[in-house]
């Protein structure tokens, strides 16, 4: 028997009553030949039929829904795109063209910046390479990648991912992690010499560093954090990432100097320097 082309179906909204007609596909039973036809053919062409139906139902459903329950956003000059086909509730269309994802660039930290240099550790130098991937000033953050060559025979290229923390009104200059303590921060940070105005202040409880956007000196401290691409390994013969840097970045060199700290080291102060890799891109850009 064949079904009815058109389901009517209504809807309320505001004590009326929409009549919606959903288009559906007919269907009908193929009649038996002699009664040798295929059950299960005929059973499965009813049923891709009937998912026809389903499907069709679904998309007058939505179509009905979105133009009754979502509203316009404000007009602007923009193209409006809605984070929201269909609303529920108290959930809100959002115009995501109303907010610019500013670029961040500070001298050579941004997104896909590169610095080459050297670790030294004792009498032995390192080849190291730097690569930012993501840099956040609002959020005084940054992360990257780290390798360093030649420091252990079973990994000739080891790579780390680091995160750091931006001194400034969310970092202080103390660490107080990472069995680091007062003493330790200091003889660090005096090392570096553009700190030397505040290694009489940095310690009191009301210093606050507040970095300017015209500042040329960046503060921060580099935490690796686990090794790449296996960042199940936690431990590596004749190496260790347990430490952490000290680092000051330059803006008018666009160069990093760091200090490795690791209190059960034999060596401390292992530098770090690094110069930035010029590079054919910008070093930010926005859509608008």
């Known amino acids: 028997m064949p079904i009815p082309s058109l389901i009517t179906a209504s ?55 979105t133009k009754q329950h979502v509203k316009p956003c404000r007009k602007t000059n923009n193209k409006v795109v809605l984070l929201h086909a269909r609303r529920e509730g108290e959930d809100k269309a959002v115009n995501i063209n109303e907010d610019r994802l500013r670029p961040v660039c ?3 930290l941004y997104a896909g910046s590169a610095f080459h240099g050297t670790q030294r550790c004792g009498t032995a130098s390192y080849e190291v390479n730097v690569e930012l991937l993501h840099v956040d000033m609002k959020e005084s953050s940054l992360c990257g990648y780290l390798k360093i060559n030649g420091l252990t025979s079973e990994f000739p290229e ?24 007062q003493q330790s921060d200091l003889l660090h940070w005096k090392r570096f010499p553009s700190f030397k105005p505040y290694v009489d202040t940095f310690n009191r409880d009301d210093f606050v560093y ?31 990432f347990a430490g952490f840097y000290y680092i000051c970045y330059q803006r008018s060199t666009n160069s ?7 209190r059960h080291h034999k060596d401390w102060f292992q530098e770090l320097n690094l110069e930035h890799v010029p590079a054919n891109q910008f070093g930010s850009f926005e859509f608008r």
């Open 210 to 240: 507040d970095y300017k956007a015209n500042d040329d000196f960046i503060y921060m401290r580099w935490k690796e954090t686990f090794l790449v691409p296996n960042h199940h390994v936690s431990a590596i013969h004749g190496a260790s």
């Open 158 to 181: 080891l790579t780390t991912f680091f995160q750091a923390e931006i001194i400034g009104p969310r970092y202080s200059f103390h660490t107080r992690k990472w069995q680091a303590d």
């Open 256 to 262: 990093i100097r760091g200090f490795y700290f690791f």
């Open 11 to 65: 809807a309320s909204n505001n004590n009326t009553s929409t009549s919606v007609q959903h288009p559906v596909v007919a269907i009908s039973t193929p009649p038996f030949e002699d009664g040798n036809q295929d059950d299960s053919k005929c059973k499965q062409q009813i049923k891709v039929q009937s998912n026809l139906v389903a499907t069709n139902s679904m998309e007058t459903e939505l179509n009905f829904n």
């Open 106 to 108: 500070v001298g050579g």
